[in-house]
Each structure stands twice: as structure tokens, then as C-alpha cells.
């Protein structure tokens, strides 16, 4: 169960309400293809991958996917997890287009969602690094989260996590 993502889903269902829609594709559940195809018939505005150890190749097969699948069509592709957290140059080097999440995710993206409607600049995003058109590298103010503003993970994956033989601890 990816209790980070859904927190950060459930942060942003808070502050925004319906206003902003998103979905949680779970590696470990979804394949490559069905993650492809929802990219390409949904046509987010944002895809975030959260970046595991051991899951180079799949990051890699993913961004190069949807770098690729229309040309008038580019997503803002955003990843986050510890090996972003802690290997910023080294993923910006590799994927120059991309944003990479330092740290807590929730007020990143809640920072990216009005950064694409246009109501932020992208350095005004909290916990964020990317390139500018000049490859000058931007990392932008970390700002810890305030755990009394975490809202209620949503818990969207939990019947498919208990249907594929998963297991719930309380």
C-alpha cells in the first residue's frame, strides 16, 4: 500500500476538492502497459512517478514512454521518493525535463498543481529542483511538513491491494 502517495493524494483532495482529479497507478500492481495506456487516454497534466531502489529501468521505460507518446502532448513529469530525495543532480543530468520532489511530497505538489494553472512560478515550489532552459539547476526552499495540515489518505487501492492477496495490518 503506498501510504506516501495516498497521503499526498488525500493532502491535495483537501485543499483543492473536486477541482483536481488524480489517479494512483501502483507499480506492483499495474503493469507497464495498463500505466501507459491510462497515460495516453487520460492525458494528465502531471504524472509523478515515486522512485524505488532496484526500479531504474522501469523509471527509465516509463519517462521515455511518455516523453514519446504524442508530440503536442507533454506532460509535467515529476519524481519523488528517497532515491529522488537524495540523488537530485544525478536524475536532473539524466532527465534534464523533468521536476524532482526533495523531500515531503504534499506541499510539492500542491505547489505544482498551481504552478500548471499558472497561479505559481516553478521556483516558487516548495521542495522542488529542476533545470532551467539554461541548465543552471534550481532547488527550491525545503519546507517541513506541518503534520497537523496532513489530511486523510485516500485509500483508493485498498480493495485491489486485499483482491491481488495483500494483506491490511492495523
Not at 508530440?71 to 519523488?80: A, E, H, Q, S, T
Not at 536532473?92 to 515531503?104: A, I, M, R, S
Request: with cysteine.
Amino acid at each position: 500500500q503506498p501510504l506516501c502517495l495516498e497521503t499526498i493524494k488525500g493532502c491535495k483532495q483537501q485543499e483543492f476538492q473536486e477541482k483536481v482529479g488524480d489517479v494512483i497507478l501502483n507499480r506492483r500492481i499495474h503493469s507497464f502497459g495498463d500505466i501507459i495506456r491510462w497515460i495516453n487516454t487520460e492525458r494528465p497534466d502531471i504524472v509523478g512517478l515515486s522512485v524505488f531502489f532496484g526500479q531504474s529501468a522501469l523509471t527509465d521505460k516509463i519517462i521515455n514512454a511518455v516523453s514519446g507518446i504524442y508530440k503536442d502532448y507533454k506532460p509535467l513529469i515529476v519524481l519523488g521518493n528517497n532515491i529522488s530525495t537524495y540523488n537530485t543532480v544525478l536524475l536532473l543530468n539524466k532527465y534534464p525535463d523533468v521536476v524532482v520532489v526533495k523531500g515531503e511530497g504534499e506541499q510539492a505538489m500542491s505547489g505544482l498543481v498551481k504552478f500548471m494553472r499558472g497561479e505559481c512560478f516553478l521556483q516558487d515550489v516548495p521542495n522542488a529542483a529542476f533545470r532551467k532552459e539554461t541548465g543552471e539547476i534550481v532547488e527550491t526552499e525545503i519546507v517541513p511538513m506541518d503534520l497537523a495540515c496532513l489530511g486523510t489518505p485516500s485509500r483508493d487501492l485498498l480493495p485491489r491491494v486485499m483482491n491481488s492477496g495483500g494483506v491490511a495490518f492495523l
